[in-house]
T-cell receptor, first 116, second 108 residues
Framework: ETGVTQTPRHLVMGMTNKKSLKCEQHLGHNAMYWYKQSAKKPLELMFV???????ENNSVPSRFSPECPNSSHLFLHLHTLQPEDSALYLC???????????????FGEGSWLTVV | RKEVEQDPGPFNVPEGATVAFNCTYSNSASQSFFWYRQDCRKEPKLLMS???SGNEDGRFTAQLNRASQYISLLIRDSKLSDSATYLC?????????FGSGTRLSIRP
């Protein structure tokens, strides 16, 4: 059983819709992440939060808007997406920001997003 | 040069065989190393951490070579259930870097 849960697991949305992905971690971790994985492509880091503060934003289009209200919850707000945004969106957490020896990252099961 | 490079494969080997793949990294300040496994349409899951002295977990052995900047994963007596994509991961400073993965397919 994963300590990181994501909802919804599957989402189909139109290009004019607004929706949100939710992530919750039950591990007491301080860092949380959003990754995108498109078909047959490597993981792309989107956002990093540490203690509820955004510490990294990898040139992600503004149609993706993260929110971290507390250290155990992370949202990804979606607005006017494009079909090429269809992908698996993975939330992850780690005890602290990467770099600490032995700091392991744990993933949620992902949210499959299809933009039509 | 990419921060981390892996042979994408696929490696197609018979059940029971031994298979090994490497991953090279460019940042000599990298601190921690891991192998993750990702099954088709699933999230990546930690397979094992990689320690400087090398470590073994059952049929899996991971090695780190800091001088040549690579890590390796050896799988002995491969099983059908080992078929997956194996992701090389390292962390440095405030970044975790994932490789693009090596696809392994075990045939009966």
């Amino acid at each position: 059983e994963t300590g990181v849960t994501q909802t919804p697991r599957h989402l189909v949305m139109g290009m004019t819709n607004k929706k949100s992905l939710k992530c919750e971690q039950h591990l007491g971790h301080n860092a949380m992440y959003w990754y995108k994985q498109s078909a047959k492509k490597p993981l792309e880091l989107m956002f990093v939060y540490s203690l509820e503060e955004r510490v990294e934003n990898n040139s992600v289009p503004s149609r993706f808007s993260p929110e971290c209200p507390n250290s155990s919850h992370l949202f990804l707000h979606l607005h006017t997406l494009q079909p090429e945004d269809s992908a698996l969106y993975l939330c992850a957490s780690s005890q602290d920001l990467a770099g600490a020896a032995g700091n392991t990252i744990y993933f949620g099961e992902g949210s499959w997003l299809t933009v039509v | 040069r990419k921060e981390v490079e892996q042979d994408p494969g696929p490696f197609n080997v018979p059940e029971g065989a031994t298979v090994a793949f490497n991953c090279t990294y460019s940042n000599s300040a990298s601190q921690s190393f891991f192998w993750y496994r990702q099954d088709c349409r699933k999230e990546p899951k930690l397979l094992m951490s990689v320690y400087s002295s090398g470590n073994e977990d059952g049929r899996f052995t991971a090695q780190l070579n800091r001088a040549s900047q690579y890590i390796s994963l050896l799988i002995r007596d491969s099983k059908l259930s080992d078929s997956a994509t194996y992701l090389c991961v390292y962390s440095s400073a405030s970044k975790i870097i994932f490789g693009s993965g090596t696809r392994l397919s075990i045939r009966p």
